[in-house]
C-alpha cells in the first residue's frame, strides 16, 4: 500500500488535508515533504493508530510524543502540560532582557521541564532549579534535561506546603503556575487530555498560587531580581492587586494574540 492508497481507504483528499494532519504525516513517515510512498507494515500500523488518536482528539504533541520550544525539541506526554507558543514568546523575552552573567534562577511548576531548560540552554553560568509537585512531570523534566546534557536541578515541591524549606535566594524566580479555575477548565474539553493538576488551581479560585508565589518571591528574591508570571486573559486586574498588596513593582506585557498574560515583579 502506497500513501495515497492509505488516504482513499479513509476518504481523504491529499489536496485537501489540514496543515495539522499534513504534519502527523509527515512525521509519521520520516518526510520532509509530503510525497506518495510505499507504506511498510509497520509504518501502516504506526499510521492508523496516529490517525486514530487524531480523530479522538489527542493533541498532536502527545501523538508525536514531543514539542518544539525555542531552540529545544522537548519530549512531552501525558504526564506534563504541552509547551505553549505563547509561554515561549515570554520567556524568550525574559532570556533577552535578563542579563546577570551568573543567576540563580527558580521556575516553579517545571512540567516538561520548558523553561529551565531554555532558560539553562541560552545561559550555561546560569544555577536553574525546576520544582513541581508531580514526581511524573520531574520524569519528563529530567529526560529532556539528559536528551540535551543541561544540569538543571529538578526537585518535587509543592508550592503550598514546602516553600519552607526551599530556602536559597534568588535572582529570577519564574512560574507559569495552574491557573485556571474549575469552571474554566470544564468548559475546555479539549485541555481534559492534559494532567488537571498542572492547568487548574488548587483552590479552583484561579488565584491561590500567586498568592503563594508572590509571598515566597517577597522574601527570597535578592535585590534587584524579578518575578515573571504568566497568568491568563482575564486575570490581570486581580493579580496587580495581590502584586501591590505584596509590595512588588509590577510591568505587564500582551500575548502573541494580544491579549493580557505576563506579569514582571520587581522589588
Request: hydrophobic fraction near 45%.
Amino acid at each position: 500500500m502506497n500513501l495515497f492508497d492509505w488516504l482513499q481507504s479513509r476518504e481523504l483528499q491529499f489536496g485537501a488535508l489540514s496543515l495539522e494532519l499534513q504534519f502527523l504525516l509527515k512525521e509519521t513517515l520520516g518526510l520532509s515533504v509530503l510525497a506518495n510512498v510505499s507504506l511498510s507494515k509497520t509504518k501502516q500500523e504506526l499510521l492508523d493508530i496516529r490517525y486514530q488518536d487524531y480523530l479522538n482528539g489527542v493533541p498532536l504533541a502527545y501523538i508525536l510524543a514531543t514539542q518544539p520550544f525555542l531552540a529545544l525539541e522537548l519530549v512531552v506526554d501525558n504526564r506534563v502540560l504541552i509547551p505553549r507558543a505563547d509561554t515561549e514568546a515570554w520567556v524568550w523575552h525574559c532570556i533577552q532582557s535578563f542579563k546577570l552573567f551568573r543567576a540563580r534562577v527558580l521556575d516553579i511548576g517545571t512540567g516538561s521541564g520548558c523553561i529551565a531548560l531554555a532558560l539553562k540552554y541560552y545561559n550555561p553560568d546560569w544555577d536553574v532549579y525546576g520544582v513541581d509537585i508531580s514526581e511524573y512531570a520531574l520524569q519528563v523534566a529530567e529526560i529532556n534535561s539528559m536528551k540535551y546534557n543541561l544540569k538543571v536541578s529538578f526537585l518535587q515541591v509543592d508550592l503550598y506546603n514546602d516553600f519552607d524549606g526551599l530556602k536559597q535566594k534568588w535572582d529570577l524566580i519564574v512560574s507559569n503556575p495552574p491557573y485556571l479555575d474549575e469552571n474554566h477548565w470544564r468548559e475546555r474539553p479539549a485541555l481534559h487530555y492534559e494532567p488537571k493538576i498542572a492547568l487548574v488551581d488548587s483552590a479552583a479560585t484561579g488565584l491561590s498560587c500567586y498568592e503563594k508565589i508572590l509571598s515566597y518571591a517577597r522574601s527570597s528574591l535578592k535585590p534587584g531580581g524579578e518575578l515573571w508570571l504568566e497568568h491568563g486573559y482575564n486575570q490581570r486586574d486581580a493579580l496587580i492587586q495581590l502584586i501591590q498588596l505584596h509590595g512588588f513593582f509590577y510591568v505587564c506585557y500582551d500575548d502573541l494574540s494580544l491579549y493580557n498574560r505576563v506579569v514582571v515583579c520587581t522589588l
